[in-house]
């Protein structure tokens, strides 16, 4: 199969998965407990590598956009700058490209490792529906859980950044909060916020779809972990433009 | 007797490769069906089309009279709470311990209390002679341990047809003679069986009829006590593990 045709075929098979999920939602019975696990798993978990991720980001941005205007005389501007990027672009980008990499690698090597075991057909065996147990928990799991990981991705940022403005560049800490936050509107906020429901979508369908595409041994469950993270890393800057676009043509 | 599954003039295919082509035979109410064949000739491929895990090119499957064949997912579970699998290799849920692998189809398919369940595992642990594994997790098994407790998992709902996928591969003597006693007990409650086995002397004897698969078809069925008095040169030649087309002395 050529790069083409798989890209095709894994488009069509999370459109498929997709809809599976959309149509099994409706039916009983609902799996909360893992559900639950999977918040847990994916939110929780997260939370330390998000947490340093974050913080370095903020850190590294704040100098980059302070050192740079000082030059110009512009270092107060940097803390407006900070906030647009990291609310619209890098708080949602950024938390999402790790998340493909921590949750997607490991869903995907999970699930498939499930395949080869037999584990999925011991499910369908039993009478009991593989996008029910194991897809719509994961994926509703990560549309509660990304999005709070965002939110505290960006705050996190915005606190390191802050540190890093008085520390390094001499700017008071008062005035880069009240900076950020007179910048920084509901929409722009928003305009970030809602792209983690997106991407979320993309990290988890992705994961799913290669886990349980695994059918010949456990070297496909390392290729298809490679394939799930390239793939959704790709959806998400990809989606990114595309949300980005459609923002800017609605305000 | 009555024919609990029919499978008519089965076709089924890989990508290009024919795997069967036009098997049929009918597995009788209460009766162990031995399915004996080469390796790859399609033996499991038969044994999970029966339970929709693998989908016919064409060809019919009757369960109880009715038409199997192409029954959606959905529509497969009410026949799957009927017919139970039990895997080569188990395929036991290795999140999950063997107390809960064993409760996983009372908990998903009946309204049992946890007290009643709790009771019925608890019965079936020490029918299978699994007794203080309860809270194991199937890693921490032996293989023959894990094939019982896969056993046990497909048999504690009660189904009508339980399908073995190799049950004594693997087995030294001892436990492969206990798997065989277990297997005629499970019979003794009047359940019907279809078995897929390498393994002659547990063909012989536990099953009511055997049938020979090869070429992708089968090519004899009969009484145990038949087939060992049988001239067919195919199933000697099988017995004797004689590959077609050799003969005795390059043998």
Redesign the interface.
């Known amino acids: 199969m050529n790069g083409f045709t798989q890209v095709i075929h894994f488009l069509g098979g999370i459109a498929l998965l997709f809809r599976d999920i959309v149509l099994e939602l409706k039916t009983k019975p609902f799996y909360f407990k893992i559900f639950l696990k999977q918040i847990y798993e994916i939110g929780w978990k997260s939370l330390p590598i998000i947490f340093v991720t974050s913080a370095c980001a903020g850190m590294v941005l704040t100098l980059q956009f302070g050192l740079t205007l000082e030059k110009f005389g512009g270092k107060i501007y940097s803390p407006k700058i900070l906030s647009l990027s990291i609310f619209r672009e890098f708080g949602p980008v950024f938390t999402s490209l790790i998340l493909a990499g921590r949750v997607g690698a490991g869903m995907t090597a999970e699930i498939g490792a499930m395949k080869v075991t037999q584990q999925i057909d011991a499910l369908l065996a039993l009478g009991t529906s593989p996008i029910k147990r194991i897809v719509i928990p994961r994926y509703l799991g990560g549309l509660v859980a990304v999005p709070i990981l965002c939110l505290f991705s960006c705050f996190v940022s915005i606190i390191f950044g802050a540190l890093i403005g008085y520390f390094e560049l001499n700017l008071d800490l008062f005035y880069f909060f009240y900076k950020v936050f007179e910048t920084s509107k509901l929409h722009d906020f928003f305009s970030g916020y809602i792209k983690t429901y997106f991407f979320s979508s993309f990290i988890i369908l992705t994961a799913c779809y290669f886990g349980l595409k695994v059918s010949q041994g456990t070297y496909e469950v390392g290729n298809a972990t490679t394939k799930s993270v390239v793939f959704s890393s790709v959806l998400i800057v990809l989606g990114d433009y595309l949300l980005t676009k459609c923002y800017w043509m609605m305000v | 007797m009555q024919s609990i599954v029919e499978v008519k003039n089965l076709y089924i295919s890989f990508n290009e490769k024919k795997v069967l082509k036009g098997v049929s035979f009918s597995l009788e109410q209460g009766e162990c069906l031995g399915l004996i064949g080469g390796s790859g000739e399609g033996k499991s491929t038969l044994l999970?089309s029966i339970?929709?895990?693998e989908h016919p090119s064409s060809g019919k499957i009757l369960f109880e009279g009715e038409n199997v064949t192409n029954l959606s997912?959905?529509e497969?579970?009410?026949i799957?709470?009927k017919v139970?699998?039990v895997?080569q290799?188990g395929?036991?849920?290795?999140s999950m311990t063997v107390y809960e692998n064993l409760a996983?189809?009372l908990r998903?398919?009946t309204d049992y209390s946890e007290r009643k369940i709790r009771e019925i595992v608890l019965y079936e642990l020490k029918e299978f002679e699994l007794e203080g594994c309860e809270d194991m997790y199937p890693v921490e098994l032996s293989g023959g341990m894990q094939k019982r407790v896969g056993i046990a998992?497909?048999t504690i709902s009660k189904p009508k047809v339980i399908l073995y996928d190799e049950p004594t591969s693997g087995l030294d003597p001892y436990k492969k003679r206990n798997m065989q006693n277990t297997i005629m007990k499970l019979q003794k409650r009047g359940t019907t069986s279809m078995m897929v086995t390498h393994d002659m002397s547990t063909a012989l004897r536990i099953c009511d009829r055997i049938a020979l698969l090869t070429g992708g078809k089968i090519k004899a069925i009969d009484t145990p006590k038949n087939f060992k008095e049988s001239h067919n040169v195919l199933l000697n030649n099988f017995v004797k593990g004689i590959k077609q087309g050799e003969n005795h002395e390059s043998a």
């Open positions: 999970r339970i929709g895990l997912e959905e497969y579970i009410s799957r709470k139970s699998y895997f290799g395929a036991l849920f290795d996983f189809s998903e398919h998992r497909a």
